[in-house]
């Protein structure tokens, strides 16, 4: 646990730094967080973004990891899923393709 702290503390001391090195400008970062421009500063300063704040801001600061962590998730959900029974055959899922290309024609 005290290994999570310490990285946590560590994005947050370095946030000021990935964000000058991201290729958004701040304007793009503040209308994602929804914030005014003084806040987002404040808040900066302070180190004190709420944690659905530093979800968007890792989302946009590390869309590597944020990819990664999507399709880990994804990849769980569908094992649990299988071994729960809850599958579609090859054939039905074609069948439904097929229909939406159809239908989006």
Same mark, same amino acid.
Not at 64 to 81: G, M, Q, V, W, Y
């Given at each position: 646990?005290?290994? /999570?702290?310490?990285?946590?503390k560590?994005?947050?001391?370095? !946030?000021?730094?990935? /964000?000058?090195?991201? %290729?958004?400008?701040?304007?793009? $970062? /503040?209308?994602?967080?929804? /914030?005014s421009?003084?806040? &987002?500063?404040?808040k900066?300063k302070?180190?004190? =973004?709420? $944690?659905?704040?530093? $979800?968007?801001l890792?989302?946009?600061? =590390?869309p590597?990891?944020?990819? *990664? &962590?999507? $399709?880990?998730?994804? !990849?769980?959900?569908?094992?649990?899923?299988s071994? *729960?029974?809850?599958?579609?055959?090859?054939?039905?899922?074609?069948?439904? *393709?097929r %229909?939406?290309?159809?239908?989006?024609?």
């Open positions: 646990m005290l290994d /999570i702290v310490l990285e946590y560590s994005l947050l001391e370095n !946030l000021h730094q990935y /964000i000058e090195d991201s %290729k958004y400008k701040k304007e793009h $970062i /503040i209308n994602e967080l929804g /914030i421009r003084a806040t &987002f500063y404040n900066l302070k180190r004190s =973004f709420s $944690i659905p704040e530093m $979800i968007t890792s989302s946009l600061l =590390f590597e990891d944020t990819k *990664a &962590f999507e $399709i880990k998730n994804a !990849l769980e959900r569908s094992r649990k899923d071994d *729960a029974g809850r599958v579609l055959e090859h054939e039905s899922v074609i069948a439904v *393709a %229909k939406k290309i159809l239908e989006s024609k």
